[in-house]
């Protein structure tokens, strides 16, 4: 029987010839984006690259980041009440420092793991990957005396075959936390045009497609080539931030070449809506082809005429416009603003997370800590349908 061999790279360019031939069907994990991540990756992320050998051959990846967190960028809202800062300040103290998440933290999804089932047990990969977790820990304890003080396996569906693993997770002391859910819109095969979708739609929410539009109408939409990427970083920038700096909790900020990066490597894999108001960028939203999903990246805009111009309705009804026209059997439109999105046709599917602090006494605060950062909110659920 061959026994599993396991290498950590540190470099895309250090990878193997074979890690793209993987038929893992899934873009985050190839090297065109993790190449551009590489290069425009948020200053507080590193990423480690493991490979799984069997007689030589390929069989497995996993992708691993290292994300140092301080209070300035966990809650960049200053404005908050003395005991609502004081109560970050006390969770900052437990969770700040350095996290190692397998998968993406920067995206909603599992995109952190890949193996080839008839070559390795879902138990054998886990087992090699804890194995590589405590070198890493390890590694960076002797080389930068940092300690890891957080774990997470991130973001699993209800369905993922991963829970079927319960002994690892529990012998690891890794438990199961429920995050706000992804919002994936599952396009039916018989829809080709806008105009499958809006007949679609019940009075209320046709009337209000053509309200957003009427709104949206001085409003000139048009892709970004990466040369007026180029031109406009510092724009877009500013405008992603305004969207970014209003989100209750952050682990990251982009870095400022991150989309004319990505343009470059992902080449048409990768889109760059820009909305302009009498030549000026208002606002922009991104999107990542990832074979038959739409995913939906980052975007940004100016609050001046987010209401008025209703731009981020709009955006949202483009992005399914263009998933339509485009033949793609779902869109991800991932966390946050789940009711808006749910009236434009996306449904709210369950994720999990499994997670730990390195330190006991931590860790068992943690779940309440994971509760303030991800509150259950309270929504109410759109069916813009007729059927």
Do not use: C
């Not at 061959?2 to 250090?14: G, H």
């Not at 590193?46 to 209070?71: N, P």
């Not at 209000?208 to 031109?231: C, D, P």
């Amino acid at each position: 029987m061959n026994k599993l061999q396991v290498k950590i790279y540190n470099k895309v360019s250090q990878l193997p010839d074979s890690w793209n031939a993987l038929p893992n069907n899934d873009v985050f994990l190839k090297t065109p984006f993790l190449s551009a991540l590489e290069q425009s990756s948020p200053k507080n992320i590193t990423s480690y690259y493991i490979a799984f050998f069997k007689a030589k051959e390929l069989v497995g990846i996993a992708i691993i980041q290292r994300v140092e967190m301080y209070l300035k960028d966990i809650f960049r809202n200053n404005k908050d009440k003395y005991l609502t800062q004081k109560t970050k300040q006390l969770i900052s103290k437990i969770v700040r420092g350095n996290t190692l998440v397998i998968g993406n933290i920067m995206h909603t999804g599992q995109h952190g793991l890949y193996f080839n089932i008839k070559e390795i047990s879902y138990k054998e990969y886990l087992e090699q990957l804890s194995l590589v977790i405590d070198e890493i820990k390890t590694n960076l304890k002797q080389e930068q005396n940092k300690k890891i003080r957080l774990i997470a396996f991130k973001d699993y569906f209800k369905n993922d075959v991963i829970h079927n693993n319960q002994d690892f997770f529990n012998t690891q002391k890794l438990y199961k936390v429920q995050v706000q859910p992804n919002m994936v819109f599952n396009i039916p095969e018989s829809w080709n045009t806008l105009e499958n979708y809006t007949s679609s739609f019940t009075k209320k929410y046709r009337d209000r497609f053509k309200s957003a539009k009427k709104k949206g109408a001085q409003i000139t939409k048009q892709e970004l080539t990466i040369k007026e990427l180029n031109m406009l970083e510092s724009k877009m920038y500013q405008l992603y931030k305004n969207v970014s700096d209003n989100a209750r909790v952050n682990t990251f900020i982009l870095n400022q070449n991150h989309f004319k990066i990505l343009k470059r490597e992902l080449k048409d894999n990768f889109k760059v809506f820009g909305y302009f108001l009498e030549e000026e960028l208002v606002g922009f939203y991104t999107l990542i082809l990832n074979n038959s999903t739409l995913e939906t990246y980052f975007l940004g805009y100016n609050h001046k005429y987010q209401h008025k111009n209703q731009l981020y309705l709009n955006m949202l009804f483009d992005m399914a416009q263009f998933g339509i026209k485009n033949n793609f059997k779902k869109i991800v439109y991932a966390r946050t603003a789940m009711e808006i999105k749910s009236s434009i046709g996306a449904k709210p599917k369950p994720m999990y997370i499994y997670m730990k602090h390195t330190n006991f006494v931590a860790n068992s605060m943690l779940k309440l800590i994971v509760k303030y950062l991800n509150p259950t909110i309270k929504w109410k659920e759109r069916h813009p349908f007729k059927y």
